[in-house]
């Protein structure tokens, strides 16, 4: 899953977001030298991954793109995933997305000298270009496909997926709304099982 995703499904604990936001650059048992909260956010991470990377509906998601995309399927379809969450995001919160997301940048900028330095680097540009905001609009995904497939230098060729989240727009919608219900209490039941641990 994506940004948007992996924020949400760490519940309303705000070192459990940072620590599910910044897993991807924590390696290894790394995540020990953070406060327990946000080491259960690091592990809520990456069961997360493993979930998602496993189902069968995600991979019917992934299968769509995998002529044209190769191994950066996985990779556009978390990204296709975190705008139906975003366009529907009133079906999973009372807080309206603008409020949500704010809160989530003001929680960064609060805890900016805990953050890996990876993303206090990207911190400024998400905030600034509202990266989580726009994910809502086909205009903010294309946005975040463009930026993807520079930073593989054109190779990916990401950008072009656009054509088929539109083409399949009804098709990767039903995916996602079928699995992230499955994931949401796959969370849940993580995360207490999670900090039971700890």
């Known amino acids: 899953m994506n940004f948007l995703a992996h924020i949400y499904l760490s519940g309303n604990d705000n070192n459990i977001t940072i620590g599910n936001f910044i897993a991807d650059g924590i390696r ?55 705008h139906f969450l975003a366009k529907n995001w009133k079906h999973y919160s009372n807080v309206p997305l603008e409020n949500y997301v704010n809160h ?32 809502a609009s086909i205009e903010g995904i294309t946005k975040v496909l463009e ?16 054509n088929e989240l539109q083409e ?9 709304t079928r699995f992230f219900k499955e994931l949401i209490q796959f969370s849940e039941e993580k995360l207490i099982e999670i900090q039971n641990n700890l």
């Open 28 to 82: 290894g048992k790394d995540y020990k030298k953070y406060p327990k909260a946000i080491q259960a956010g690091i592990l809520l991470h990456r069961q997360i991954d493993t979930f998602t990377d496993a189902h069968k509906t995600v991979r019917q998601s992934t299968k769509r793109l995998h002529e044209n995309y190769g191994h950066y399927s996985g990779v556009i379809v978390d990204i296709l995933y975190d």
């Open 168 to 176: 399949f727009y009804n098709e990767f919608e039903d995916e996602f």
């Open 147 to 162: 930026g993807m497939n520079r930073r593989t230098k054109n190779r990916s060729q990401m950008n072009l997926a656009i």
């Open 104 to 135: 989530f940048y003001d929680t960064l900028e609060n805890n900016f000298k805990i953050l890996p330095q990876r993303i206090q680097k990207m911190m400024p540009y998400m905030i600034a270009d509202n990266w989580l905001l726009s994910y």
